[in-house]
């Protein structure tokens, strides 16, 4: 039969649950060691958090002021992952959660509905103001 085991307690939480706004899909990293997915903080900031497959405590990955305003996406490598933040374009680092910016802040916000790498890692493409948009990462 089909095994299925629950991964997240969060009921005790100031915010319980996992956010479905933005709408996203929880991923797991290229190497299968992570999953990533979107929760509020204890100030009801949506930020990023990682589990392990094996199950434990979720560790709150991202630390930013203002909401993830975006489904996210892996980098190839697993050690970043992009996003939208501040409307520009971002990446945070897999165990630091450093946040880097990749794009300026622009007048019409990405497209909430996801960032998407390249296969190789050196590209990130998005979707704002109904066009297609790409960009380097140096990653």
Known sequence: ???QRRLTFTHHRAYPGLVNV???WVRCN???TQIAFLMRDDNGIVQLWLISPQGGEPRQLTHNKT???S???WHPSGEWLGFVLDNRIACAHAQSGEVEYLTENHANPPSADA???SPDGQWLAWM???QLWITETDR
Do not use: K, T, Y
Request: hydrophobic share 40%; net charge negative; proline share 10%.
């Open 1 to 3: 039969g089909v095994v």
């Open 22 to 24: 933005p709408r996203h």
């Open 30 to 32: 290229p190497q299968g």
């Open 67 to 69: 909401d993830i305003q």
């Open 71 to 73: 489904a996210f996406n």
């Open 115 to 117: 960032v998407v790498f």
């Open 128 to 130: 704002e103001g109904g």
